[in-house]
Nanobody, 124 residues
Framework: QVQLVESGGGLVQAGGSLRLSCAAS????????MGWYRQAPGKQRELVAA???????NYGDSVKGRFTISRDNAKNTVYLQMNSLKPEDTAVYYC??????????????????WGQGTRVTVSS
């Protein structure tokens, strides 16, 4: 079974920075895309940033220029550096691993996984 464990959330003042980490563990052969989504109260979950194995990135419009996603493929870990945080960045941030190939030599599955979420609160 594959698990995603997130860390790094918390309370920060507007203009501050936080760094989120998400480590995937289990019998993993490869992970196609790793990314971060967020969900604020009363709103739909939205893409924050995503990164492929090869390093191609995609960002939500509201975070471009402020957030940076990176990835350590050897550690199956993805990071989100969040700078110039705004109160509207307040949300629960979820790690996503897409196209995870895992299992054993005889039984390989490919599916997506989600972390449990980490809360980020930005005070004004």
């Amino acid at each position: 079974q594959v698990q995603l464990v997130e860390s790094g959330g918390g309370l920060v003042q507007a203009g501050g920075s936080l760094r989120l980490s998400c480590a995937a563990s289990g019998s993993i052969f490869s992970i196609n895309v790793m990314g971060w989504y967020r969900q604020a109260p009363g709103k739909q979950r939205e893409l924050v940033a995503a990164i492929t194995t090869g390093g191609s990135t995609n960002y939500g419009d509201s975070v471009k220029g402020r957030f940076t996603i990176s990835r350590d493929n050897a550690k199956n870990t993805v990071y989100l550096q969040m700078n110039s945080l705004k109160p509207e960045d307040t949300a629960v941030y979820y790690c996503n691993a897409g196209g995870v190939r895992s299992g054993s030599y005889y039984a390989v599955s490919v599916r997506d996984y989600w972390g449990q979420g980490t809360r980020v609160t930005v005070s004004s």
